[in-house]
């Protein structure tokens, strides 16, 4: 268990420093911050023209109800950070098996005595820490929107929203190793991992167009559906698990991946 454990932090040191070292990181690091700021301002001004809207029409007598701004302002730019995601992480995620396969080390790790779920676990935390810390300096856009709003928004829905955000990543990473353990591709495997993700996001959508068990069963797969539910503020514990399974999937099967080249390597 001790060797196990060594092992894991090994690769999760080794899969982070090359985050950290990596010239390409730091560049989806910037172009991930530009963007964020400016869809933090359209969000910002968007919650803020809807507000005076509402206000607009309670003077005129119109009965509308009124908006909770900084709770919609959360809400909305989680949303756009949750989609402007799908984009980013299927990059951080191409090079995690690929560029091994490339570089001739993947056969030296599925040929070690280091377990194959010790590797993927170890992967995709160190490439799930780089994106939160990534994330990290975001927080400060909402800290300044937020402080000495009256009243406070909840604690609870702050920190299930980010949680959302966070297990939505796990989940698009772990799918991401998986599929950059079958190609040596960086670039292939951004391409399928964003298709991948594309339909899970949008799979609610085409769930309306099937009835009964299918559709709901449809409905129920969508990342988008699940993460809604966490921006949102609401604790459904069916969200946890979809995602928990994704994250378990993904792990399955690149650990399975590996196998099989271990086995063809025998």
Not at 11 to 19: A, G, K, N
Not at 24 to 50: E, H, M, N, P, S
Not at 252 to 261: C, G, H, K
Request: hydrophobic share 55%.
């Amino acid at each position: 268990m001790k060797m196990l454990t060594y092992n894991f932090l090994a690769i999760y040191r080794r899969e982070l420093q090359s985050y950290f070292a990596s010239p390409l990181a730091y560049a989806i690091a910037t172009i991930y911050w530009i963007l964020a700021g400016i869809l933090f301002k359209a969000a910002f001004d968007g919650v803020i023209d809807q507000g005076n809207y509402v206000d607009l029409q309670a003077q005129s007598g119109v009965p509308i109800p009124p908006i909770d701004v900084p709770y919609e302002l959360l809400r909305t730019y989680l949303g756009v950070m949750g989609s402007l995601s799908l984009f980013v992480l299927p990059i951080l995620s191409m090079g995690l098996y690929a560029d091994e396969r490339k570089r001739g080390t993947l056969e030296l790790l599925a040929t070690s005595p280091i377990t194959n779920w010790a590797v993927a676990i170890g992967k995709l935390l160190g490439v799930l820490t780089f994106f939160i810390t990534m994330s990290l300096p975001l927080l400060l856009y909402e800290a300044i929107a937020l402080n000495g709003v009256n009243p406070p928004v909840q604690l609870s829905v702050i920190l299930l929203g980010h949680l959302g955000l966070i297990l939505l990543a796990a989940s698009v990473l772990s799918l991401g190793m998986f599929v950059s353990s079958l190609t040596d591709s960086t670039i292939l495997a951004a391409i399928l991992t964003f298709a991948l993700v594309l339909c899970l996001w949008i799979v609610s959508e085409l769930a309306k167009n099937f009835g009964g068990v299918v559709g709901d069963a449809l409905f129920n797969l969508s990342l988008l559906k699940h993460y809604t539910n966490l921006v949102q503020g609401v604790v459904d514990t069916s969200s946890l698990v979809l995602f928990a399974s994704y994250i378990f999937l993904g792990i399955f099967l690149t650990a399975q991946s590996i196998d099989a080249l271990r086995f063809q390597r025998s």
